[in-house]
């Protein structure tokens, strides 16, 4: 190391101890955060509103899509009288088994291919 200091770093130290001059940009400044900090949480606030509003009134359709959607998910492809065989194909004899087989393999193929 060494004793030997810089004249310019130490002018800056002394420079900012002394009072600004300017304090009211600074105060303009941390009034304007203030105002926009204040204004970003209404508007986080106010969607948040919508969004529990939406909800609450589109609860029932929404709900009624999603129970259609998961019937139409269980769908066998194949009537298969109950037997071993049946029980053996259940995971992949269904429209939600045939999905999921296509993006288990999406997966593995990016994974293999692109990284």
């Known amino acids: 190391m060494n004793d030997e200091r810089d004249p310019k770093l130490e002018a800056l130290f002394t420079d900012s101890a002394a009072e600004s001059p300017n304090d009211d940009f600074t105060d303009k400044v941390m009034t304007s955060v203030a105002s926009r900090r204040r204004n970003v949480m209404i508007g986080r606030i106010a969607i948040v509103v919508l969004i529990v509003l939406l909800e609450v009134l589109l609860s029932a359709p929404v709900q009624s899509a999603v129970g259609a959607f998961v019937e139409v998910l269980g769908t066998p492809l194949l009537e298969l009288n109950p037997s071993i065989l049946?029980?053996?194909?259940?995971?992949?004899?269904s429209i939600a088994g045939i999905i999921g087989g296509v993006l288990l393999l999406v997966h593995f193929l990016y994974r293999k291919l692109l990284r």
Do not use: F, M
């Open 86 to 93: 049946a029980t053996v194909l259940s995971p992949i004899n």
